[in-house]
């Protein structure tokens, strides 16, 4: 005999719902005036879950999944991953760009500022480029031997002494 404090992992596994053929019993037993804990005991399921089920056919009428709530996302998993690597491949495209390839590349029609927020919520912000200085070739040429010199300096030969402290490291 199974007793109801029996391993609920065994008997349903987390998050999952229901099939209609066991919320129908629940609202029998209800009906025959069973307690949740009878309900719960007749049927092996916790009382949390036949609570809940007698709970949702006395409001909605109806024990049948309901949609999720909110608006659903534009994108799609495939449809990340591809923004993902167009991105990774030219780091230097305009989000306008990014909403034309996607459109022909997988059919996606979307605005420039949604590719930003979807962009934003995988971690890639626009930056503005490091500035570099511009480095002549006579310049290039008189920079190697100076460099070439002090290959082997030390970092007091490098800098003063009063910046430098005299700890051996």
Not at 17 to 39: A, Y
Not at 40 to 56: A, E, F, Q
Not at 62 to 88: D, E, W
Request: hydrophobic share 30%; net charge positive; with cysteine.
């Amino acid at each position: 005999m199974q007793t109801a404090s029996t391993n609920i992992g065994e008997r349903m596994g987390r998050s999952q719902e229901l099939s209609d053929s066991k919320r129908g019993p629940v609202i029998g037993g209800h009906l025959c005036n069973k307690s949740i804990r009878d309900i719960s005991w007749l049927l092996n399921i916790p009382r949390s879950t036949v609570s809940g089920i007698i709970t949702k056919w006395k409001q909605l009428g109806t024990t049948a999944t309901q949609p999720p709530s909110g608006r659903p996302r534009h994108m799609t998993g495939r449809g990340q991953r591809m923004l993902k690597r167009t991105v990774r491949r030219s780091r230097q495209l305009s989000a306008e760009s990014i909403a034309k390839d996607l459109q022909t590349w997988c059919g996606l029609q979307m605005s420039p500022t949604t590719v930003c927020r979807e962009l934003h919520g995988m971690g890639f912000h626009g930056r503005a480029a490091a500035s570099k200085p511009y480095i002549t070739e006579c310049n290039a040429k008189r920079q190697m031997p100076w460099c070439k010199a002090r290959r082997h300096w030390t970092l007091e030969q490098y800098l003063p002494d009063c910046i430098v402290p005299s700890v051996k490291y």
